[in-house]
């Protein structure tokens, strides 16, 4: 069975991810293990939260694919989003994909 990894942006989406979508999922049917982690932007330092770049974002989708049996959505915030995403426009009206 696949497990299902929410990877986010900081502690607040940590939040949403553990306190209202899981339970949500759950109670709709989903026994798929699900957890959220969120984005590890310095290994060394442990820190973790936010989008430096696309680059740290894109090894962090990577590594946990690495891992196998995976399926992965993200919630990260547009504001502040790192100009060398694919796609990046700083129109605030248009919509864009990953």
Known sequence: M?????IVEGDTELILVQNLLVPYLVKLGFSNPMHGQTII??????KKGGVASYGKFKNEITRTLAQGNVIITTLIDFFR??????E???????KFTL
Not at 88 to 94: I, K, L
């Open 41 to 46: 932007t310095n290994r060394k330092q442990h």
């Open 81 to 86: 989003l790192p100009s060398d995403f694919p």
């Open 88 to 94: 990046f426009t700083s129109d605030p009206n248009q």
């Open 2 to 6: 696949k497990r299902l990894v929410f």
